[in-house]
Protein backbone atom coordinates (compact mmCIF):
# COMPACT_ATOMS: atom_id res chain seq x y z
CA UNK A 1 0.00 0.00 0.00
CA UNK A 2 0.93 3.74 -0.38
CA UNK A 3 1.46 5.74 2.87
CA UNK A 4 2.07 9.40 3.52
CA UNK A 5 3.69 10.26 6.17
CA UNK A 6 3.81 14.24 6.84
CA UNK A 7 5.81 16.24 9.42
CA UNK A 8 6.45 20.03 9.82
CA UNK A 9 3.65 20.93 11.89
CA UNK A 10 3.70 23.33 14.85
CA UNK A 11 2.51 26.36 16.97
CA UNK A 12 3.56 29.56 16.08
CA UNK A 13 2.81 33.16 16.06
CA UNK A 14 0.86 35.63 13.65
CA UNK A 15 3.53 36.22 11.22
CA UNK A 16 5.61 33.53 11.86
CA UNK A 17 6.65 30.61 9.31
CA UNK A 18 6.11 27.04 8.75
CA UNK A 19 7.49 24.12 6.44
CA UNK A 20 5.27 21.23 6.04
CA UNK A 21 6.58 17.93 4.50
CA UNK A 22 4.88 14.86 3.03
CA UNK A 23 6.74 11.67 1.74
CA UNK A 24 5.20 8.90 0.11
CA UNK A 25 6.23 4.97 0.61
CA UNK A 26 5.49 2.43 -1.20
CA UNK A 27 7.34 1.05 -4.17
CA UNK A 28 5.35 1.29 -6.50
CA UNK A 29 3.86 4.93 -5.87
CA UNK A 30 3.08 6.54 -9.44
CA UNK A 31 1.09 9.94 -8.77
CA UNK A 32 0.30 12.39 -11.47
CA UNK A 33 0.36 14.89 -8.51
CA UNK A 34 0.19 16.10 -4.52
CA UNK A 35 -0.97 18.70 -3.05
CA UNK A 36 -2.42 19.73 0.52
CA UNK A 37 -5.98 20.27 2.02
CA UNK A 38 -6.88 21.81 5.65
CA UNK A 39 -9.79 21.16 7.95
CA UNK A 40 -10.21 23.91 10.70
CA UNK A 41 -12.34 22.29 14.20
CA UNK A 42 -16.28 22.56 12.64
CA UNK A 43 -15.43 23.43 8.99
CA UNK A 44 -15.03 21.15 5.52
CA UNK A 45 -11.94 20.38 4.42
CA UNK A 46 -10.75 22.86 1.74
CA UNK A 47 -8.29 22.76 -0.79
CA UNK A 48 -4.83 24.66 -0.63
CA UNK A 49 -2.35 23.77 -3.83
CA UNK A 50 -1.10 20.89 -5.85
CA UNK A 51 1.63 20.55 -7.87
CA UNK A 52 2.43 17.71 -10.30
CA UNK A 53 5.74 15.53 -9.50
CA UNK A 54 6.56 15.41 -13.12
CA UNK A 55 6.93 18.86 -14.52
CA UNK A 56 5.97 21.10 -10.96
CA UNK A 57 2.90 22.96 -12.50
CA UNK A 58 1.20 24.39 -9.60
CA UNK A 59 -2.35 25.59 -8.76
CA UNK A 60 -2.83 27.15 -5.31
CA UNK A 61 -6.21 28.16 -3.79
CA UNK A 62 -7.02 31.89 -3.78
CA UNK A 63 -6.79 32.18 -0.28
CA UNK A 64 -3.17 31.34 -0.51
CA UNK A 65 -2.66 34.93 -1.50
CA UNK A 66 0.89 34.42 -2.26
CA UNK A 67 1.68 33.51 1.17
CA UNK A 68 2.24 29.82 0.74
CA UNK A 69 4.68 28.30 -2.07
CA UNK A 70 4.21 24.42 -2.87
CA UNK A 71 7.22 22.28 -3.94
CA UNK A 72 8.33 19.10 -4.95
CA UNK A 73 11.01 16.57 -5.31
CA UNK A 74 9.62 13.92 -8.10
CA UNK A 75 12.71 11.89 -7.36
CA UNK A 76 11.94 12.01 -3.90
CA UNK A 77 8.33 11.80 -3.94
CA UNK A 78 8.01 14.37 -1.65
CA UNK A 79 5.62 17.73 -1.25
CA UNK A 80 6.58 20.55 0.22
CA UNK A 81 4.44 23.73 1.83
CA UNK A 82 5.99 26.45 2.43
CA UNK A 83 3.90 28.83 4.99
CA UNK A 84 4.73 32.52 5.43
CA UNK A 85 2.91 35.12 7.27
CA UNK A 86 0.78 33.02 9.30
CA UNK A 87 -2.14 34.15 11.20
CA UNK A 88 -4.98 32.15 13.01
CA UNK A 89 -6.84 31.59 10.27
CA UNK A 90 -4.33 29.54 8.94
CA UNK A 91 -5.23 26.89 12.40
CA UNK A 92 -6.21 24.11 10.90
CA UNK A 93 -5.33 20.21 10.64
CA UNK A 94 -2.96 20.51 7.08
CA UNK A 95 -3.74 16.83 5.26
CA UNK A 96 -1.24 15.82 2.20
CA UNK A 97 -3.16 14.00 -0.66
CA UNK A 98 -2.09 12.18 -3.67
CA UNK A 99 -3.97 13.64 -6.60
CA UNK A 100 -5.45 12.46 -10.48
CA UNK A 101 -5.36 16.50 -10.66
CA UNK A 102 -4.65 19.57 -10.04
CA UNK A 103 -7.40 21.86 -11.48
CA UNK A 104 -10.62 21.98 -9.91
CA UNK A 105 -9.50 19.78 -7.17
CA UNK A 106 -12.14 18.11 -4.75
CA UNK A 107 -11.77 15.30 -2.27
CA UNK A 108 -13.13 13.31 -5.21
CA UNK A 109 -9.56 13.57 -7.27
CA UNK A 110 -7.69 12.21 -4.32
CA UNK A 111 -6.42 8.69 -4.26
CA UNK A 112 -4.73 8.63 -0.93
CA UNK A 113 -4.26 10.71 2.48
CA UNK A 114 -1.51 11.58 4.80
CA UNK A 115 -2.44 11.34 8.29
CA UNK A 116 -2.70 15.03 8.78
CA UNK A 117 -0.31 17.49 10.57
CA UNK A 118 -1.43 20.64 12.78
CA UNK A 119 -0.82 24.22 12.33
CA UNK A 120 -1.61 26.60 15.20
CA UNK A 121 -0.93 30.05 15.16
CA UNK A 122 -1.42 32.02 18.06
CA UNK A 123 -3.17 35.78 18.14
Known amino acids: QVQLVESGGG?????GSLGLSCAATGRTFNSYAMGWFRQAPGKEREFVGAITMSRGNT????????????????????????????TPEDTAVYYCASLRRIQAV??????????????????
Open 11 to 15: LVQTG
Open 59 to 86: NVADFVKGRFTISRDNDKHTVYLQMNNL
Open 106 to 123: TTGAVDYWGQGTQVTVSS
